[in-house]
């Protein structure tokens, strides 16, 4: 199934949009515009809004995921050494951190940060942070949804660019990405592919004395960036981007004063992940590849530094999907009070079932013992009563023996012969005698099993009560009569 990225690139000279459709069969620019910004004529709040009043005309947004980049020079960057390797434990601590380095409460700001992987083998671990007061995120927010945009994402302007930049060529050490926009310009230093340093200086006109000077406080910030933190910042690459990044003599000045090869970025090229549709005829690089980036970001799984943070994530969430998780509660409501009818009706099934046995319980002890007029609680009454009947049947002189039925078995089997022809049919245990019924092959059979069982200890006596010829004439049917 595909999906479309929308990529809007907010700059103080110049709104950039990006629509990008992305399917199994690949990647392409549906459509793109770019609105500049004179705030000489109209505030930069009125001038955005005429630029976004342009942009969602012609480009169809609906259903987009959205990746909003605010300018880089509204945004705080810190880099600070962290207490935690724990990325959970610096996220709780980190606004009070920033407040002592900041000019707003912790509670006035929305913060992310980067830890630096660089710097990971040392024992004190340091990360690349960037603040943004609440009420400026939330302005813009507000001022997107108007015009029914809803970003996923709220990042920062040229660090996208330079995030995806060092990603894709993340074996290179050193990385300095530089972008020129008519007003700032942002220089973005990536080390091993990680973004460990963001700053936005006044873009200088185009003599080559300002250039020069601009050079110089780039060359200066880096030297700052080097003594504070301990990593190498011996350049390898410089790509440029942006306005001015097009001037003939821009790349040999870079390259006579840093000493380091300079490319100028195109990233529809280096991707080789997205072409243009064949609507879209003309490309400028240089001006498009800021929301690009956004894009690209998105379709290869970098993660940004993301400013959509918190409440403002929870409510977006809410606002999307309101419809499915009211649905889901009133499917979940539903449930349970399924659940709970069920149980109700269960606990007076269980209730009714217990009644009947205790009604039933009652009616058997009533019957049993019907002198007794004051029941309270029948079963233990029962049992006392079956006690004390025991009690009685056992006392001396009741019965003359107390020999066990297993010792009688076992005396019968231990006596009679098994090669002997007996079958015996009936065995009838007394309280003083013993009937043993069954049949056998002769007569002198049944006289030999009665002297034998006469032998056996628990036996007073042992007679023959009946021995007589069955119907076949060819078994003797018997009954023994045992005195214990």
Not at 166 to 182: A, I, W, Y
Not at 220 to 241: N, V
Not at 365 to 378: E, G, L, S, W, Y
Not at 397 to 419: A, C, M
Request: some cysteine; aromatic content about 8%.
């Amino acid at each position: 199934m595909g999906r479309k990225i929308l990529g809007l690139d907010i700059r103080y000279d110049a709104v950039s949009a990006v629509v990008v459709k992305s399917s199994m069969s690949g990647s392409w620019i549906e459509s793109y515009a770019r609105v500049p910004i004179s705030v000489k004529e109209a505030s930069f709040e009125e001038e955005l809004k005429r630029s976004l009043e342009a942009i969602c005309g012609p480009i169809d947004i609906t259903n987009a995921v959205c990746i909003v980049a605010l300018p880089a020079v509204d945004v705080t960057y810190r880099n600070l050494k962290a207490p935690f390797k724990e990325v959970k434990k610096v996220r709780q601590i980190l606004p009070f951190e920033l407040e002592t380095d900041l000019p707003y409460q912790a509670e006035d700001i929305v913060f992310d940060f980067n830890m630096l992987e660089v710097s990971l083998e040392t024992d004190t671990p340091q990360l690349f942070a960037a603040a943004i007061e609440k009420k400026h995120s939330t302005a813009l927010i507000d001022l997107l949804n108007s015009f029914k945009i809803e970003p996923d994402i709220l990042t920062i302007g040229g660090y996208a660019m330079g995030q995806y930049l060092s990603r894709l060529s993340g074996e290179k050490h050193c990385q300095v990405f530089l972008d020129f926009d008519d007003i700032y310009t942002t220089m973005v230093l990536s080390l091993s592919g990680d973004v460990c340093l963001v700053r936005t200086f006044s873009t200088p006109a185009s003599d080559k004395s300002k250039r020069y000077a601009i050079c110089s406080q780039i060359k200066r910030t880096l030297l700052a960036f080097e003594q504070k933190t301990r990593l190498d910042c011996d350049i390898d690459e410089i790509r440029i981007t942006g306005l001015y990044a097009t001037a003939a003599d821009v790349v040999q000045d870079l390259e006579d004063f840093f000493g380091a090869p300079v490319t100028r970025v195109d990233l529809m090229k280096s991707s080789g992940k997205i072409e243009l549709s064949s609507k879209e005829t003309s490309w400028e690089p240089h001006l498009m590849d800021g929301a690009l980036s956004l894009v690209l970001n998105e379709l290869s799984g970098l993660g940004v530094l993301n400013f959509r943070q918190g409440r403002m994530a929870m409510e977006k969430v809410w606002l999307e999907n309101k419809k499915d998780i009211l649905k889901t509660c009133c499917l979940a409501g539903v449930v349970a009070l399924l659940f709970l009818g069920n149980s109700i009706i269960h606990y007076y099934t269980l209730k009714k079932r217990v009644e009947t046995k205790q009604s039933q319980i009652l009616e058997i002890f009533q019957t049993t013992f019907p002198a007794v007029t004051q029941i309270v609680d029948p079963v233990h009454q029962m049992r006392v009563k079956l006690e004390e009947v025991a009690k009685r049947i056992s006392q001396p002189g009741e019965f003359t023996t107390s020999v066990k039925t297993i010792d009688i078995l076992n005396d019968i089997s231990r006596l009679v012969p098994e090669k002997q022809d007996v079958e015996l049919v009936s065995i009838v245990v007394g309280s003083e005698t013993v009937v043993i019924s069954g049949n056998t092959d002769t007569f002198n059979a049944v006289d030999d099993m009665k002297n034998r069982l006469e032998g056996a200890d628990i036996f007073n006596n042992v007679s023959i009560s009946s021995a007589n010829m069955d119907k076949s004439g060819t078994r003797v049917r018997f009954k023994l009569k045992v005195v214990l």
